[in-house]
C-alpha cells in the first residue's frame, strides 16, 4: 500500500518535470513542444554515449542534461525562429507543426543510429529501509532530485528578477514588452531550461528502470496530459497533476492490471480536464 | 458564372473524379499500386472530413484513427457476432462514430475548451481506443487482428471495383462538403472560423454549428473506416493508430491547404506520392518524412492550394473561370448573391 503510494509519487514527480517544461515553454513561447520527450531521450543517450567513454556515471549524467539543455536552445534560436514571428494561435499552430516534424527528425535518426540502446544507471546501494518499507535508492534519490529542482524553480521564479520577469510574460507578453522585457533573450533561457528538466526525467528513467530510444512520443504524450490537467499555464499545477495522475496510475496497475491502469489513467485526465478546464489549481502561476 | 451554374458549381469535383477514375490506367495492372491509390483515397475522404472538423470550425480532434476504427470495429464484430448483414451493420458503426464525435463536440463547446484542450481530451480517447482493443480481446482478437473477409460486401474484396467505390465515396462526401458549405450553415462556419464571438453575437448558434460539423465529419470519417476494414481484409489496432491515420491526415490537410475545397485531397495525394518516395530510406523514413513537414511548412505555410491560387492570380486572364477551385477567397461554392441575405419570413 504505502510502497505502491511511494511508486506513483516517484512516477508522478517524473512526469511533473516533463510537464513542467512543456508549461514554462506553452506559458513563454506560446509553443506546444511536441519534441519534449525527444528531448528526455536525446539526454539519455548523450549520457550513455559518456557512460561508455568511461565517464564517471554522476558526470554523465549531468553532462546528459546539460546536453539536452544546449539542443534545447539550439532549437530555439534556429527552429522556432519562424514560428515566433507570428502570435497568438497561428504561431501555435506552426510551432505544433515545426515541433512534431522536429520529433520525426530525432526518433527517426536515434533509433536508426542507436537501433538497439538502453541506458541503465544503476546505485551502489539498491535498496535500504525507511520505517519499515524497503525502498529502492533509485526512487528516492530521482523524487529528492525532482523535488530540489521544483523548490529550486519556485524560489527562483518568485524571488530573482530574471524569474518576475519570466512570470510577467508568461501572464502578458505586450504588457511585459512594454514595460522593457525582452522577450527573446527570456524566451531562449527558458527553452534552455525546460530542455534541461526533460533531459533530467530522461536520466531519472534510465535509473529508475531503463530507457530506450522508441520512448520519446510516451514521454511526450504523457507530459501532454499532465500539462493539460495541470492547466498548462501554471507550474504548480503541472506538480500536483503529474503526481495525482501518478499515483492514481501506480494504484491502478497494482490491483487491476496494465491495460485498464493506461485506461483509468487516460480518462481521470480526460474527467479532470472536462471538470476542471482551467487546470487544477487555475489562480496559482 | 458561366451558363451552367450546377456543372460550374462542381466542375472540379467532376474533373477530380475524371482523373482520380484514370489512375488504375497508368498503375498498369499492378496491384501494388492499385492498393496504394486506393490507400490515397482513403486518406483523401479522412482529411475532407477532418476539414471540415478542424479547418471549418477549429475543432482539434486528434481522434481521426479512433473514429474510423471505432466504426470499423462495431461494423465488423456486430457482423462477425451477430451473422448480420453488413447493409445494417455499416450504418450502426459510422453512426456510432458520428454519435461519438458529436458528443466530443458537444461536451467540448459546453465545458469552453479551448483548440488544445479539445485536442488533448480526444488524443486521451484515441489512446483508450487503442488500448480497449487491445484489452478486449475475446471480441477485437486483440493485436493480431480481426479478420474481416467475407463479413462485408464482395465487391470490396475484388481491388479495382474497390478502388471505385472508393471514389464514389469520396465523390460523395466532396458533394455533401460543398453541399453544406454552400448552404447557410457554411456561412456560418466561415463566420465562426473567423471570429467565434461575433458570429454568436450576429446570432449564429456556435453550438450547434460545431455539433453538426463535428457529427457529419466524423460519419464521414467512420464510412471511411468501415469500407477500409473490410477491403483490408483485417483490422488491427494499429490500422488505426494516432501514428498511422491522425499525423498524416494533419500533415496532408495542412499541406493541401485548410478551408479549401480540394485542399484536403492534394494534399493526401501529395502525401501518399512523398511517402512512396521515402519507402526505400527504410528505417530512415520517420526522419525524412520531419524534414519535409518542416520545409514544407516553411515554405507553402498557406497549403498548396493558396500558394497555386496566388501564383495563378498574376496570370488570371489564362485560367478559365468556370474552374471554382482556384478561385480567389474560397467563394467557390458559395451561393449566388441574391440568396445571401436572410429570407423575410
Known amino acids: 500500500m504505502t510502497a505502491t503510494l511511494f511508486d506513483g509519487i516517484v512516477q508522478g514527480l517524473q512526469l511533473s518535470l516533463l510537464a513542467a517544461g512543456i508549461t514554462l515553454i506553452y506559458g513563454l513561447g506560446g509553443v506546444l513542444n511536441l519534441a519534449h520527450g525527444q528531448f528526455a531521450v536525446l539526454g539519455g543517450v548523450a549520457a550513455k554515449l559518456l557512460l561508455d567513454r568511461g565517464a564517471h556515471p554522476m558526470l554523465a549524467g549531468i553532462s546528459g542534461i546539460v546536453a539536452a539543455g544546449l539542443f534545447g536552445l539550439l532549437v530555439d534560436r534556429s527552429l522556432l525562429l519562424p514560428a515566433y514571428r507570428y502570435r497568438g494561435e497561428e504561431r501555435l499552430l506552426l510551432g505544433l507543426i515545426l515541433t512534431l516534424g522536429l520529433s520525426f527528425v530525432i526518433d527517426g535518426y536515434l533509433n536508426y543510429v542507436f537501433s538497439d540502446f538502453s541506458l541503465t544507471l544503476s546505485l551502489p546501494i539498491a535498496s535500504v529501509q525507511i520505517a519499515g518499507i524497503p525502498m529502492r535508492t533509485a526512487g528516492l534519490m530521482t523524487s529528492l532530485i525532482a523535488v530540489m529542482v521544483f523548490l529550486a524553480l519556485f524560489a527562483f521564479l518568485r524571488w530573482t528578477l530574471l524569474g518576475k520577469t519570466i512570470r510577467s510574460i508568461i501572464e502578458n507578453e505586450v504588457g511585459a514588452e512594454l514595460c522593457g522585457i525582452d522577450p527573446v533573450r527570456t524566451r531562449t533561457i527558458i527553452v534552455g531550461l525546460a530542455t534541461m528538466m526533460a533531459g533530467l526525467a530522461g536520466i531519472a528513467q534510465g535509473l529508475f528502470s ?44 497494482r490491483y487491476i492490471g496494465a491495460y485498464v491502469a493506461f485506461i483509468i489513467l487516460l480518462a481521470t485526465a480526460m474527467a479532470t480536464i472536462l471538470l476542471r478546464p482551467s487546470g487544477l489549481l487555475a489562480r496559482f502561476t | 458564372m458561366s451558363r451552367w451554374p450546377i456543372f460550374s458549381r462542381y466542375a472540379d469535383l467532376v474533373l477530380l473524379a475524371i482523373l482520380l477514375a484514370l489512375v488504375p490506367a497508368f498503375a498498369a495492372g499492378s496491384p501494388y499500386y492499385l492498393r496504394l491509390a486506393t490507400l490515397a483515397v482513403v486518406y483523401m475522404g479522412w482529411t475532407v472530413a477532418f476539414n471540415l472538423i478542424f479547418g471549418h470550425t477549429k475543432q482539434l480532434f486528434l481522434c481521426v484513427g479512433a473514429l474510423a476504427g471505432l466504426a470499423a470495429y462495431v461494423t465488423a464484430v456486430l457482423s462477425q457476432q451477430l451473422q448480420l448483414s453488413p447493409w445494417i451493420t455499416i450504418p450502426i458503426g459510422v453512426a456510432a462514430a458520428a454519435g461519438l464525435g458529436a458528443l466530443f463536440s458537444y461536451v467540448s463547446v459546453l465545458r469552453g475548451l479551448g483548440v488544445i484542450f479539445v485536442g488533448i481530451v480526444t488524443l486521451a480517447f484515441s489512446l483508450i481506443f487503442q488500448n480497449l482493443v487491445l484489452g478486449l480481446r475475446q471480441f477485437t482478437n486483440g493485436e493480431t487482428g480481426l479478420v474481416t473477409r467475407g463479413l462485408g460486401f464482395a465487391l470490396l474484396e475484388h481491388p479495382l471495383a474497390a478502388y471505385y467505390l472508393f471514389i464514389v465515396a469520396l465523390t460523395l462526401a ?28 450576429s446570432g449564429i448558434d456556435v453550438t450547434v454549428c460545431k455539433v453538426i460539423a463535428a457529427a457529419l465529419g466524423s460519419a464521414i470519417i467512420g464510412m471511411g473506416g468501415t469500407l477500409y476494414g473490410f477491403y483490408n481484409g483485417i483490422i488491427s489496432p494499429g490500422l488505426f493508430s494516432f501514428a498511422n491515420v491522425d499525423i498524416p491526415v494533419l500533415i496532408s490537410l495542412l499541406l493541401g491547404g485548410m478551408r479549401t475545397r480540394l485542399g484536403p485531397v492534394i494534399g493526401a495525394a501529395v502525401f501518399a506520392v512523398i511517402e512512396e518516395f521515402v519507402r526505400p530510406f527504410g528505417q530512415l523514413n520517420v526522419l525524412v518524412d520531419g524534414l519535409l513537414l518542416i520545409v514544407l511548412f516553411i515554405a507553402f505555410r498557406e497549403g498548396l492550394v493558396v500558394n497555386v491560387r496566388k501564383a495563378l492570380g498574376r496570370t488570371a486572364m489564362l485560367w478559365p473561370t468556370w474552374l471554382p477551385a482556384l478561385a480567389p477567397d474560397d467563394m467557390s461554392n458559395a451561393r449566388p448573391s441574391g440568396k445571401m441575405s436572410p429570407r423575410a419570413e
Open chain 1, 210 to 253: 531503463s530507457l530506450g530510444t522508441e520512448m520519446g512520443p510516451g514521454f511526450t504524450i504523457l507530459g501532454l496530459l499532465v500539462a493539460v490537467v495541470g492547466g498548462v499555464r501554471s507550474i504548480n499545477g503541472a506538480l500536483v497533476a503529474g503526481v495525482f495522475l501518478g499515483i492514481v496510475n501506480a494504484f491502478a496497475s
Open chain 2, 174 to 201: 466532396l458533394v455533401v462538403y460543398s453541399f453544406v458549405m454552400g448552404s447557410r450553415m457554411g456561412f456560418a462556419f466561415r463566420a465562426l472560423s473567423d471570429d467565434e464571438l461575433t458570429a454568436e453575437l
